[in-house]
DNA sequence: AATGAATGAGCATTCATTCAT
DNA sequence: TATGAATGAATGCTCATTCAT
């Protein structure tokens, strides 16, 4: 591809990865034919191909899309927090907004890490996000604000309770994305047990 | 189906469910034909639709198996346990130790969660798996060792960390299942805060 | 074949030509497979191919055994009757009256017709028939009760009203048999006519 | 399928319904895949469900295709006859002369009526050719043309002497439709019987 | 840029028949 | 005699992709 679009060309494009998206989450991406994502637009077969060279590079790109979409929600939210736990509650919160902003695309990044040809894209976007989280957690260590332990596993957690209360909560059970936040942030910060519990069970040395 | 089956049959059928749910796992389930099941264990396609009547019922069996398989390992694991967060403790652990040990059929149970018609299946024992945890999470509370919030958010918020972590870090990058658990065991109960920090940030109440 | 059988062998052939005659009776030949008829009498399906060498083989009995009774039952009803024109009548009686209560193999006779390996066997039937009725006809032509025409095709066309009154009223349309075949009696021996029309017409001599 | 087809298109799918009626008609609906199908034809078996969106409804379109056909036949070969009598023999003779024409359709419409699900079209098609006929047979007793019956068993009895010999006669014994139409028009208006002997038994008042 | 038409390999499923026991 | 199991060719149908216009 790599085609030059004129204006209504860009839009055409656009146009149609909106509606592969919506249908790929509905019905899934196998079960959802090239035709019915042409139909969806009401256009002919060809417009398809001449935009994509195939399903598979046009799913490719939704969930390119949406790794870069999501990205550039958390860079913003964060963007001039000083203090890095406020920075990683930021994160936090962005990832939920944006997910329960952008629902269809959630179970697409889900099926995609279920098939080998895609997984690769989405781990990559996962350590990428891990990547993005890490800084702030071992800043939020150098500054003796937050627990030393090995940051990868600590920022894989967060990402862990973040995408698994969002969906849990927010899209199945449709519980309010912002209460969600305030629960995920509570959780990945300060765990679960009693301060006192944690204090003896954990060896955590009391400030 | 509900067929009688000789003992000869019942082997098939096992044969026939664990070659499957490798392929699914290897290829994605679309992308395995039952040509290919069938040709994995060298037998004519009819005997395919002797013990299942369709690929997708073939499927729904798998994802029940697996998840009667995981759950009873872990009722296993905690059953004489009479402290409720070490019980808490050991179904993360038993979570993490069985994912491990049955890689190919976690991406099956991710699959199965982005295509509707079998949704419902994993939603149903996820349900079940939060049921499985609330009682310990309320008794941990009732105990005074667990800090008091939603018991159910709580309880999936143990679930997100524990499946995050076993396949970002067991299955993904290889890391030991035992330091994984520990891992998980240590943020799901501790969460990521210094103690001090803890308590001025989220005003937990020191002991 | 030709297998020399027990009584109780002979009894389960005989089921079998039932419930097959049935069923394809109610789903058609091609649509009724092997394994519906065996499940319909709760048999394996070994049992079949002891009994019948195959589904054409099965099928080719129902329909002689289905022709050889229904004529069998013509000549009874008018063994004894010395007038020509009463024998046809009889022969109309019966054949409607057996109609009525052979529904299901009806429409297995029709369907013969139309299958080029089972057409053969039907034309022949209606061969037989045709040739069962024409000594009478031809009685009743020399008796001077029946007009000079070509007796092959009045022959056939006895049979067709007979087949198609009793199809169309008695099976489609629920009419009671008797009546029916009275009126099939009347139609074939008078025609529609007025008798006054006919002699004008027809250029048929009064009497 | 109600697919906007082009000059070309609507070509195709009249060549897919020749050659299906034809092949269905040779060697039976069953037998007839849809591979053989497109292969008469030569094209890719894609092209058959372009046009029709499965096996059966290619089948009912020849079956409703066969019956409008036959029908209009009969309406243009009696649409200025004045006489009742005389638009039942111009129907007969319209009817026979088109099944001649046609009898691949013919064995068709047997076929069908065989079969349950499509058993509705033909008893319909019957229906409506009853309705046809009645008026005639109607006004034919009223100007005392027609001996007075049930009016529906006459135009039933009609259609089953016409349809039989064509079938018989024309279609299995080779004998020239005109003279088949001949002899069923002589039979069904006068019956078989000899005048006086038809007042005699069936009470038919003389001119 | 876009369309209707075509391709044909591939898929899930069926089924008459056979076979070991 | 009878059964459960197995066979594998065949079927109706789908669908990503291509092509002529």
Redesign the pocket.
């Known amino acids: 591809m790599a085609?030059r679009?004129?204006a209504?060309?860009q839009r055409?494009r656009q146009e149609l990865l909106e509606v592969a998206a919506r249908l790929f989450a509905t019905q899934g991406y196998h079960?959802?034919?090239?035709?019915d994502v042409v139909e969806g637009l009401g256009?002919?077969?060809?417009?398809?191909?001449?935009y994509f060279s195939?399903?598979?590079e046009l799913f490719r790109q939704i969930l390119a899309d949406a790794q870069r979409d999501l990205r550039r929600a958390q860079r913003q939210a964060i963007a001039d927090e000083p203090d890095p736990v406020r920075r990683i509650e930021g994160g936090i919160r962005a990832a939920i907004s944006w997910l329960d902003a952008n629902r269809h695309l959630f179970v697409l990044l889900e099926f995609a890490r279920t098939e080998e040809r895609f997984a690769g894209l989405i781990r990559q976007g996962e350590d990428q996000a891990v990547a993005d989280a890490l800084p702030h957690v071992k800043a939020g260590m150098d500054a003796g604000l937050i627990r030393r332990e090995d940051p990868l596993v600590v920022a894989h957690a967060i990402l862990g309770v973040t995408d698994h209360l969002a969906r849990a909560l927010v899209l199945d059970h449709g519980r309010p994305a912002d209460d969600v936040a305030d629960a995920a942030v509570a959780i990945c910060l300060g765990g679960i047990l009693d301060a006192a519990t944690a204090r003896r069970r954990l060896g955590v040395g009391g400030g």
């Not at 256009?43 to 001449?50: I, S």
Request: aromatic letters at 14%; glycine letters at 14%.
């Open positions: 085609r679009l004129t209504r060309g055409r079960p959802t034919s090239v035709a256009v002919g077969k060809g417009v398809f191909y001449w195939s399903k598979e």
